[in-house]
Every structure is written in C-alpha cells, then in structure tokens.
C-alpha cells in the first residue's frame, strides 16, 4: 500500500550534508545483492585497512566502518568533504536501501500508510529543508524500495497491553490535544493516560471516563488550593480507593 501516503504535517527535510548519519550510527546492514553490486562498482577505498580484500562490507553484510579523523568511526563511502562518494560517484541509485530511505520510515496502519522521520538527522531536528508534502512523490517512491513495518488490527502500548486500532485512533487524538496543552492540568492529564488509566482500565473509554472525573475535581479543587495541591490532593484519593479494604 503506497499510494495516498499519510504525512506527517509542518516537518522539513532536505539533506544538508552533515554526514551525521554516516558517522553516529551502528553498521548499516545489507542484503547479499547489494554486496555483490557493491563489490563491482569501480571506487577507491583508501580508507580499507590492509588484510580485509578490500571489500567496502564485512563478513556478516554490514558496511565497513573505519576510524573517523575526530575519534569515532564513519562508514568507509563518507568522503572527507562529509559526503557519500557512492551517491557523488554512482548517484543515489547505488546506495543501500537503508541509506537512501533515511530518515523516514514506513508503517502500514489499517488506516493507510504512514511516514515517519527520524530525529536522528540533523536537518529533520532544526526543520530544514522542503516540507514533507513538496516531496510526495519522492517519498512515493521510496515507500516502494523501504521495508515496512506493519501494525495490524491491535497494537501494543505498553509491555502486555495491546488495544485495538480504533481504540488506538481515540488515545491518539486524546494524546495529541493534551501535547497542545501546556497548563499543569494538561501536563498531568498527558501522563496519567499512560502511567495509570490506559495501563488499568478495560478500555480507552474507560480510561477516558476515568481521567475526565479526576480532572473536574482537580480543577474544582485548584482555585483554592493551586494545581500542584489539587492534584495531589486527587491523586491520594485514587490511592485511598486503590488500597485494599
Ligand atoms: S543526518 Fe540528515 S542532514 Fe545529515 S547527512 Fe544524514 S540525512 Fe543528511
């Protein structure tokens, strides 16, 4: 499923050549093929240690990784202007998948595809770059190449917690209206969803049943007391309740 891609709205991303990705991350892993592509493609690796047959992977399928000039390790293919020389030399086609999908990732939902980004790119976490949306079909395209990663009819929450998707779809939208509220009810709201009412209750309406009660006393409670004391006020009494007889 590619078409009709769900994007992520208000995101950047345009590859300023930092190299960072080249350089912080663990081994990039290839399949059997791409070696075999790799090892025909006429480039100089004056990088490669000696003894190692010149091969740009190793035995277990992952790109060399050599000693990087300020400590550290980076891929054998960054090149001292911090750019790809597969991509320079060949262009993007010759690069392993995982090198030309990043930083997004693919998930198929029952409700379509979604596109993630990684935080791990430097131009995604200073919001450089076009938006998403300007790169559509690109990401079309990629989305075809990219492994995917699938979320079926129930997804796991927490470790032995899974609901189902369109239980998932009301947290969600509850999560999201929450991140948007900065005040101390918000903050404490966006919390507990997790830490306590979504873990405990048989559903997400009953965690949200749940939640909605304690906030009203909490925000009766607050005029007089403050936040910080209405909430902590709620909180001891769902303890109370909590304790056995
Ligand atoms: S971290 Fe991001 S911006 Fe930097 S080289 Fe990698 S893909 Fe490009």
Not at 85 to 91: K, M, N, Q, S
Not at 173 to 194: E, S, V
């Amino acid at each position: 499923m590619s078409a009709g891609l769900r994007l992520p709205e208000g995101f950047r991303y345009s590859c300023i050549g930092c190299g960072r990705s080249c350089t912080d991350f663990d081994a990039v892993a290839i399949d059997a093929g791409t070696a075999e592509r790799l090892r025909r493609l006429p480039l100089f690796h004056p990088r490669l240690p000696a003894g190692d047959g010149g091969l740009p992977y190793t035995r277990d399928l992952t790109l060399r990784r050599v000693p990087a000039e300020g400590g550290g390790a980076r891929c054998v293919y960054l090149d001292l202007d911090r750019r790809c020389a597969l991509h320079v030399v060949h262009g993007p086609e010759a690069k392993p998948v995982t090198c030309r999908t990043f930083p997004f990732r693919f998930f198929d939902t029952p409700a379509g595809t979604f596109v993630g980004l990684s935080f791990a790119c430097t131009a995604v976490l200073e919001e450089r770059g076009e938006l998403l949306e300007a790169r559509r079909p690109e990401l079309e395209y990629l989305a075809r190449l990219a492994p995917r990663e699938r979320i079926g009819g129930e997804v796991r929450v927490a470790p032995g917690r899974t609901i189902a998707w369109h239980e998932y779809e009301v947290l969600e939208a509850d999560l999201l209206m929450h991140l948007d509220d900065a005040t101390p009810l918000g903050r404490w709201q966006r919390h507990r969803l997790f830490r306590k009412d979504l873990l405990r209750a048989d559903s997400v309406t009953d965690a949200q049943r749940s939640l909605a009660a304690d906030a009203a006393r909490a925000e009766s409670l607050a005029p007089a007391r403050g936040w910080l004391e209405a909430i902590r006020e709620v909180e001891r009494r769902g303890l109370l309740h909590e304790l056995p007889g």
